[in-house]
């Protein structure tokens, strides 16, 4: 099957599968709608990044974390007015302020989004004082760290303490007079064994665990105050 990609930076010649294999769904019209059979899971799923400031998804390398992200959560947290801006911590020593600017003007372009930047003198006071918009609609952004165990595997301690306290604040404290900033974090490891002790999991936080049942996909949420 063949078809024309939506996302950015991709050849427009590029071949679609039904099932992609290795790589995951990526963020495209096309690949939104081969993915199925996650209904339930992609409505929970969005409902808790609406409810909470903080999402924790977790499981297995391949389990299907990001194809469920891009092709399934992504599509459904635009229509209710919400930018999900996809965030790595895969560049080693880079300052949480560049790491964090890279990711909004990179999601920006890719969604065509016109926004106001914010102080640079942190993530809170970068949020508290920017605007998103496209066209007449006023967005709100959501942070997605997908692959977070990187911040482990990759970040020295002084910079994963650095996203850390960044990270915490925004949780903490949210964005005053404004609706709440969410963030949603894709992690491989369990957060009761590595993302709770760093630090990350500050305030009302939900957690999901992807795991596999008879060859099909559950999720299993958990809150934790």
Same mark, same amino acid.
């Given at each position: 099957m063949n078809g024309v990609t939506q996302e950015h930076g991709k050849n427009e010649n590029q071949q679609f599968d039904r099932y992609p294999g290795a790589?995951? !769904?990526g963020d495209n019209e096309i690949d939104a709608a081969l993915f199925f059979g996650r209904k339930a899971e992609i409505a929970d799923f969005v409902y808790g990044v609406d409810s909470s400031r903080l999402v924790v998804l977790f499981g297995k390398s391949g389990l299907g974390k990001t194809s469920l992200l891009q092709?399934? $959560?992504y599509p459904r947290l635009r229509e209710n007015g919400l930018l999900p801006i996809k965030v790595r911590v895969n560049k080693s020593g880079l300052e949480p302020m560049l790491l964090l600017t890279e990711a909004i003007d990179l999601a920006s372009e890719q969604q065509e989004i016109d926004f106001t930047p914010g *102080?640079?003198?942190g993530w809170w006071e970068f949020f508290n004082t920017c605007t998103f918009w496209r066209g007449e609609q006023s967005l709100t952004p959501v942070? $997605? !760290?997908d692959q977070f165990e990187?911040? !482990?595997t990759l970040q020295k301690p002084?910079?994963?303490r650095l996203i850390a306290? *960044?990270?915490g604040q925004l949780v903490g404290e949210g964005i005053p007079?404004?609706?709440p900033l969410n963030t949603l974090i894709s992690d491989e490891f369990d957060p009761g064994d590595v993302g709770c002790s760093s630090g990350l999991a500050v305030g009302l936080a939900i957690f999901w665990n992807l795991g596999s049942l008879r060859g099909e996909f559950r999720l299993s949420g958990r809150t934790s105050g």
């Open positions: 790589r995951s !769904f092709a399934g $959560v *102080e640079k003198t942070l $997605v !760290f990187e911040i !482990f002084m910079h994963r306290e *960044e990270l007079n404004r609706r």
